[in-house]
């Protein structure tokens, strides 16, 4: 029986595409479809169709409905404000958490 072996490669990269969540989002509540924490009169999670850290309502929507890239429905799709606006959805997005009092290393 012959070996069957796979590898397999991944490249990495990086690049600043702003930060649009930490100033309407910081110290938020998750907010979803059935449970509105969020500081907007309507239910964020609802109009823009995903669980987030909804403020009033958002710069980010990692959680939105993937509309396979540019859209004219607005911020309702996996968006990120400072990268691609609120009329594109991304492709892929990744989040890492980490406790807050772990610093980045300069």
């Not at 930060?19 to 609802?46: E, G, M, V, W």
């Amino acid at each position: 029986m012959p070996l069957l072996s796979s590898v397999f490669f991944h490249k990495y990269f990086s690049f600043l595409s702003g930060d649009s969540i930490n100033y309407k989002h910081d110290n938020q509540k998750f907010s979803t479809k059935d449970r509105d924490n969020d500081r907007h009169k309507n239910s964020c999670a609802n109009v823009y169709k995903g669980g987030w850290w909804y403020n009033a309502c958002h710069d980010s929507n990692l959680n939105g409905v993937y509309h396979g890239g540019p859209h004219e429905s607005l911020a309702d799709g996996v968006n990120w404000k400072s990268f691609r606006g609120h009329k594109e959805s991304l492709d892929t997005t990744e989040m890492k958490i980490r406790p807050k009092s772990i610093r980045k290393k300069n």
